[in-house]
């Protein structure tokens, strides 16, 4: 369960109380917008390796074919067998699987990747809401000091 927010009454807090509190907000943003922006990154990297294992599917044992070292090099090879693939499970093990069982496993991980795209998303909009809250309440203060001035 995650820990329950303190609730801020920010009519309490002074102009640099809401200041400080309003750069925080910013920095937070600004990690949730790039950890959006990663989870999006990870899920495409999903679907075009489940793209490329359907087409493996498709192939025929002794075809010759392209294999990715890294995202700009690729080497000439050669289909081994087109019924198993071997899928990076993550922290260097690897299982094998059917093209189906392993184009299952790309379609489960993109799903839990967008489902947290989505999460990420819907605490992004809260805290713009809540950055927008504190900018006014700040600009009320300042004007409120200004007139007092």
Do not use: H
């Amino acid at each position: 369960m995650p820990p329950k927010e303190e609730q801020i009454k920010l009519d309490s807090l002074s102009p640099q109380q809401l200041v400080d509190l309003r750069q925080t907000l910013n920095a937070e943003i600004q990690r949730l917008m790039e950890s959006g922006q990663a989870l999006a990154r990870a899920s495409n990297t999903f679907a075009g390796t489940k793209k490329s294992v359907e087409q493996l599917g498709g192939s025929k044992e002794g075809q010759a074919i392209m294999l990715p070292l890294t995202s700009s090099l690729y080497v000439p090879g050669e289909v081994a067998d087109v019924e198993k693939v071997l899928v990076d499970i993550g922290t260097g093990y690897y299982v094998e699987m059917s093209v189906a069982e392993a184009a299952k496993y790309y379609d489960r991980r993109i799903k839990t990747l967008q489902e947290n795209i989505g999460i990420v998303q819907q605490t992004l909009n809260e805290r713009r809401n809540v950055l927008m809250t504190v900018q006014a309440m700040l600009q009320e203060k300042m004007a409120g000091q200004q007139g007092r001035a």
